[in-house]
């Protein structure tokens, strides 16, 4: 059978399938031929011991092929549509996801600036804040990433969705440390990372030879979020007061997720069988090395998201609502930069080909950090590293699914990366709020600490690219 399909091309359903209708129609020859055996028989043959009923061994051999199609997927959706209606209408609805997500998630730097001016606790501490919101984000991705999986998309985008308001408009009415933890860092945490992993994955199976453009535009909300929900924040925060601009934050999101609902529909069916977190990914040497490797680059993206604002203040001396404009810069230029390096992996180089010179220069850029010493040098600095930064963001789930062969198990790969990362977010910025009380506020360690950080991160993807491919660069992968 194997060697039939190499030569024709079949699918593994169909060969399934075939083998699933072979031994039902087995069983009806063997249960037809005891009926017509019952009258031959003799009375001697009757006499003779008993031999194990032809229908109980006919029943158990069914029960054996619905065993089996419990794990199989009868209705084949296809291949990818790679465009439509329908995929590009997914596209739009995971921009709203992230934009309602990761968008109001990089947003913490104009929350950790105002929060440090009226609490007592130090930027260290108050970045746990924001440490503890994106760890929970990523980690819940292994396993919300499954429900994709299994058929539970709309159940667990519900849920999501309700604890995520939840933790909004509760943090609107939190005025010490402690409260702002549990409602911004746990509860808007656990909200959005039950649905997020699940979106993602739900729009790379729409999408095959275009899946790095599709994903490089559902990642622009991650930018488009990123800059606006600060720009919001300055705005309302001198006029309303905190509360209420929370509570602006709040119903924005509920409007725009409400649209999500209506609109957003997973392709593949359920896939039931099969475990939350898939161990042996982590033998593939190359997917190993890619999240050992893009830990250390989050953790650096962190620290940078964190203090740059804090970095304009101190050290450069602008007004908080002069600062908060580096913040608007870093999300806002992100836009083109997750555009285009989608349509150059898809068309000419393979994501990885593009991603590993994504982190490199970044890598360049963050160590450029050590020489700003004005407020035009460092405007200059956000512009390109919110460029490159989001640039390789963008091809991230990209680059996962390259590496997973299997698109039933995509939800659960990127929920396990996705897991693994949160903890260099959940680490880095407390880390390096340490390294600078350490320093008395000096900067100098910290951002070399982010420098190599990202160095690290990048040798490491480079390894896990030449592991798969080899050395030769003029492999498309």
Known sequence: MSEKCSEHGCDKNEVEEGQVSSQLRNIDVIEKSSVSAGHSRSASQAQQPPFPSLKVT?????????????????IDPGPPPDGGLKAWTQVAMAFIVV?????????????????????????????????????????????????????????????????????????SLSTKYWQLLITQGILTGIGSGTFFCPSMGLVATYFSKR??????????????????????????????????????LGFVNLAALAVVLAFMRPRLPPRKAGPIVEFSAFKEPEFALFVAGMSFVIASLYFMFYYLVSFARDEIGLSYSTAVILLVILNGVGVPGRLLPGLLADRYFGVLNVFVPLLLLTTIITYCWLAISSSTSLFIFSCFYGFFSGAFQSLMPTTIASLTKDLDRLGTRLGMCFSTLSFAALASPPISGAILAADGGNYYHAQIWAGTLALVGTCLVAAARVSRFGWKLKVKC
């Open 58 to 74: 006919a029943n158990h051999a069914l029960d054996r092929v619905i065993s089996r199609l419990s794990t199989v997927s009868i």
């Open 99 to 171: 934009f309602t997500t990761w968008g109001y998630v990089n947003s913490f730097g104009a929350f950790q600036t105002y929060y440090t001016s009226i609490l007592p606790q130090s930027p260290s501490t108050i970045s746990w804040i924001g440490s503890v919101q994106v760890w929970i984000v990523f980690f819940l991705g292994a396993f919300s990433g499954r429900a994709l999986d299994a058929g539970l998309f709309i159940p667990t985008f519900i849920i999501g969705v309700i604890v995520q308001l939840l933790g909004i408009f509760m943090m």
């Open 211 to 248: 899946r790095g453009l599709a994903v490089g535009l559902v990642t622009m909300g991650n930018s488009a979020g990123g800059a606006i929900y600060p720009v919001v924040v300055r705005q309302l925060l001198p006029k309303i007061g905190f509360a209420w601009t929370v509570r602006v």
